[in-house]
Nanobody, 124 residues
Framework: QVQLVESGGGLVQAGGSLRLSCAASGRTVSNYGMGWFRQAPGKEREFVAAINWSGDSTNYADSVKGRFTISRANAKNQMYLQMNSLKPEDTAVYYC?????????????????WGQGTQVTVSS
């Protein structure tokens, strides 16, 4: 089993920055891709970003390209999401997840373990 715990969420003004962290425990995640999803109130969960096992391949949703950066520290069993130039439409609960394989996933079915989420609220 793998446990994933997100942290770093909070309230920030538009244009500000936040850094989310995802800490993994239980079995190692260093051989697997990982990713971030988000779900806003009344909307379906959507893909944000993903990274492969080694950290040298990433995928981003068009809505966050150029503003968000995903990274990982395998030695620490951690993954991060640096979010800059935040917009009110980025407001959501953000979830980290592990893929079923080593590459960076994109769709929900690529991921098998999920965290409980952390709230990000961007005020205008």
């Amino acid at each position: 089993q793998v446990q994933l715990v997100e942290s770093g969420g909070g309230l920030v003004q538009a244009g500000g920055s936040l850094r989310l962290s995802c800490a993994a425990s239980g079995r190692t995640v260093s051989n697997y891709g990982m990713g971030w999803f988000r779900q806003a109130p009344g909307k379906e969960r959507e893909f944000v970003a993903a990274i492969n096992w080694s950290g040298d391949s990433t995928n981003y949703a068009d809505s966050v390209k150029g503003r968000f950066t995903i990274s990982r520290a395998n030695a620490k069993n951690q993954m991060y999401l640096q979010m800059n130039s935040l917009k009110p439409e980025d407001t959501a609960v953000y979830y980290c997840a592990r893929t079923r394989f080593g590459r960076a996933g994109i769709v929900d079915r690529d991921f098998d373990y999920w965290g409980q989420g952390t709230q990000v609220t961007v005020s205008s």
